[in-house]
């Protein structure tokens, strides 16, 4: 499997560590002499780019945090004028303002290198026909990697997400050997072609689907794979770093690879905001080293995972982040209990004839406890005739294994085929109408 940029990706670790040192003197150079929040942070922190001389000297870096691009809005992160600003992203933003990013024409050259880099890793070349399912629009997902497979050369199908059945004639007419959408709407298209009465496996060339923006487990991975017949890739990125093409899986599928060239990692205690080592779980940290309109020092993500320096068969050298295990803002905390959504989803997973279509709900009627509902699909042919008996069962079995893995009670809801609601981008995994 080729690698686009080895000498970057394959760089010896010391080298690497060296050169990021490097860059991290200039960022903090460069933010100290033309951001106002910078300059106030750095000497608030007491420290200038002269105290920055290798990576040891990261925790003297004040963080910056969700809230300080809420309080920029639109434009504050920006540090250049805007005659070089040449695009907008924008999160989805569901509450509020969307978190903004801005990119100059470096930036934008640098986005293409890394998505290159990205779709590469899960073996895309110019042989390839990439039909891309994430949103186009604001989001980075769609524009991201339309800009990686242009990159390499693919043949790119422009498709956003919607219009599912559409969707799949276009796959099928097309011949697209690679997917690229939110692992969620994935499953979308699968069902969808089902209802089609099209066996999507053998209809489909699609060989590879390269899937992120989202949380998904391993039984996530195995359920996609096993639909759709194809090798499944995890990539992962965030708006206020550049968009997708931050990390992704190589074949060996043991972490996703942080491209730190230009992506500088580390892992702190959520709590405490003290570094942490290697192999340690905690909060993902990133410090932009290379980006020229909205550089940011050491943002706190709230995406925890643990990050692995040893050597990877494939031949990167750079880290591997695990799969995200959740957000520190997503915790939710029922009856007193910490509860996280992905806990729910493998356990779901784990029981045989429970559909990957699943939300949480979460209430708190008029002085009483918390409500913890957790409805999920059953297998479709527990319905074609309705099997009660064996639905009883399974309801029973579900409650039982949530009760086990959580600690505290669910009222688990089983649901006929496609009763919950189907996304195109982004799933919907967590209702919580309490007033907190
Ligand atoms: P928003 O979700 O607020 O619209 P973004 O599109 O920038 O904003 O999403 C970034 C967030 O999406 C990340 O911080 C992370 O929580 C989540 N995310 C992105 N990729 C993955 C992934 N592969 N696995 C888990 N979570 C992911
Ligand atoms: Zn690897």
């Known amino acids: 499997m080729p690698i686009w940029n080895p000498e970057y990706e394959t760089m010896p670790r010391d080298q690497l560590e060296k050169l990021q040192a490097k860059r991290l003197k200039e960022v903090v150079a460069r933010l100290a002499a033309t951001s106002p929040l910078y300059k106030k942070r750095f000497a608030d922190a007491k420290v200038t780019a002269d105290d920055i001389n290798s990576l040891d000297d990261l925790s003297r870096l004040p963080f910056t945090e969700k809230s300080d691009f809420r309080d920029h809005y639109p434009y504050g992160m920006f540090i250049v004028p805007m005659d070089q600003v040449v695009r907008i992203h924008a999160s989805s933003g569901t509450t509020g303002k969307p978190t903004v990013g801005g990119y100059t024409r470096a930036d934008m050259d640098l986005w293409a290198e890394v998505m290159a880099r990205t779709v590469s890793s899960a073996g895309v070349t110019n042989q390839d026909i990439v039909h891309n399912a994430y949103g186009y629009g604001l989001f980075t997902g769609g524009l991201g990697f339309h800009l990686g497979a242009d990159r390499v050369g693919a043949t790119v199908i422009p498709m956003s997400g919607g219009l599912t059945r559409r969707q799949v004639m276009l796959m099928e007419d097309f011949g697209a050997t690679v997917l690229t959408s939110t692992p969620s709407y994935s499953l979308v298209i699968a069902e969808e072609a089902a209802d089609m009465g099209i066996d999507f496996k053998k209809r ?10 989202e ?222």
């Open 204 to 213: 489909m060339k699609v060989r590879v689907g390269i899937f992120g923006a």
């Open 215 to 436: 949380p998904w487990t391993e039984k996530m991975r195995h359920e996609i794979q096993e639909k759709l017949g194809v090798e499944a890739f995890d990539i992962y990125g965030l708006t206020e770093i550049i968009g997708p093409g931050v990390a992704v899986e190589c074949p060996q599928h043991n972490g996703m690879h942080i491209n730190e060239d230009h992506f500088l990692a580390e892992i702190i205690d959520p709590i405490t905001g003290e570094r942490l080592g290697y192999d340690q779980e905690g909060e993902l940290v990133f410090t932009t080293l290379t980006k020229e309109a909205m550089p940011v020092v050491r943002y706190r993500t709230r995406d925890r995972t643990i990050l692995h320096a040893d050597k990877c068969a494939c031949g990167r050298t750079t880290v591997r982040m695990e799969k995200i295990m959740g957000r520190t803002d997503d915790m939710l905390i029922v009856r007193g209990v910490n509860i996280f959504p992905q806990l729910i989803e493998k356990t779901l997973l784990s029981i045989e004839d429970i559909e990957p279509h699943y939300q949480i709900v979460i209430d708190r009627p008029k002085d009483q406890l918390d409500t913890l509902e957790v409805w999920v699909e059953a297998s479709p042919r527990l319905f074609q005739p309705i099997d009660t008996r064996r639905l009883d069962e399974l309801q029973t079995r579900v409650s039982t294994e949530l009760m086990q893995t959580l600690g505290i009670s669910a009222s688990v809801k089983l649901m006929g085929p496609k009763s919950i609601a189907r996304s195109e981008g982004k799933a919907r995994r967590v209702v919580d109408k309490r007033d907190l």
